[in-house]
C-alpha cells in the first residue's frame, strides 16, 4: 500500500450539477477524514470517519454535502447543486488510531482533487 | 478549541540562507503540533511532528522545529535553503486527548527560495 489515493485529481463541473470524489485510504487505517482546502488558505476540517461511523462534521458542510464510508474503507464525497463557491481543493487524509500508541496522532494525507465549477 | 497563527504569509530567502517560519498556537489543552509542505498542486506531506518527549525535533531534509509551550510557539528553522524547499509550508495542532486526529491548520507560509 503506497498511501491515500484520492480519484480523480481534477474536476471540472458547470455550476447546478452533482460530483462525487473517492478516497481510498491506508489500508489499516480506521479513521479518515475530508478538508477543503481554498486559494491561499490551510486546509479547513470538514468531517471525520471512524470505521464506518461518520462521527464529526463542521458547520462548513452544508446539506448540499454528503460524505459516506459504507464497509470501513473507502469514502466518497458528494457535493449536490454545486456552486462557484464550492471550487476548491479537497483532501483526505487517513490515521490509525491506538489508544496506547502516540504515534497514531499522525495523519497521512492524499494529493487531493481539485473541483473546479464553473 | 484550538487555533493557528502564521504571521508571515510569504518568506523569500536566499539560497543558502537560513529561514525561520513562525508559528504560534493557542490550546487549552495539551496539544500535539506537526508541519506539512505543500509543493504546487500537490497534496500535504508531513514535514516534522511533536508529539512528546525532546522539544527539538528534526526531519530528514535539514528543517528542524522546537516546542515551546510558554511561548506557545512551534518555529521551523534551516540553516541553509535549497531551491528545492520552495514550497508552502502549513503549521497545524491537534489536542492530545485520544480524541480525533481532527488538524487545525495555519493559513500558511509559502517560501520562495531566490538563486
Known amino acids: 500500500d503506497t498511501g491515500v489515493s484520492q480519484d480523480p485529481r481534477h474536476k471540472i463541473t458547470k455550476r447546478g450539477q452533482n460530483v462525487t470524489f473517492r478516497c481510498d485510504p491506508i489500508s489499516e487505517h480506521n479513521r479518515l477524514y475530508w478538508y477543503r482546502q481554498t486559494l491561499g488558505q490551510g486546509p479547513e476540517f470538514l468531517t471525520y470517519?471512524?470505521?464506518?461511523?461518520?462521527?464529526?462534521k463542521s458547520r462548513l458542510l452544508s446539506d448540499r454535502f454528503s460524505a459516506e464510508r459504507p464497509k470501513g474503507s473507502f469514502s466518497t464525497l458528494e457535493i449536490q447543486r454545486t456552486e462557484q463557491g464550492d471550487s476548491a481543493m479537497y483532501l483526505c487524509?487517513?490515521?490509525?488510531?491506538?489508544?496506547?500508541?502516540?504515534?497514531?496522532?499522525?495523519?497521512?494525507f492524499g494529493q487531493g482533487t481539485r473541483l473546479t465549477v464553473v | 478549541a484550538q487555533s493557528v497563527t502564521q504571521l508571515d504569509s510569504q518568506v523569500p530567502v536566499f539560497e543558502e540562507a537560513p529561514v525561520e517560519l513562525r508559528c504560534n498556537y493557542s490550546?487549552?489543552?495539551?496539544?500535539?503540533l506537526f508541519w506539512y509542505v505543500q509543493y504546487p498542486n500537490q497534496g500535504l506531506q508531513l514535514l516534522l511532528k511533536y508529539l512528546s518527549g525532546s522539544t527539538l525535533v528534526e526531519s530528514i531534509n535539514g528543517f528542524e522545529a522546537e516546542f515551546n509551550k510558554s511561548q506557545t510557539s512551534f518555529h521551523l528553522r534551516k540553516p541553509s535553503v535549497h531551491i528545492s524547499d520552495t514550497a508552502e509550508y502549513f503549521c497545524a495542532v491537534t489536542t492530545s486527548n485520544f480524541g480525533n486526529e481532527k488538524l487545525t491548520f495555519g493559513t500558511g507560509t509559502r517560501l520562495t527560495i531566490i538563486p
Open positions: 490550546s487549552s489543552v495539551s496539544v500535539y
Open positions: 470517519f471512524q470505521n464506518e461511523a461518520q462521527l464529526e
Open positions: 487524509a487517513s490515521s490509525l488510531r491506538r489508544m496506547i500508541d502516540l504515534r497514531s496522532a499522525e495523519a497521512f
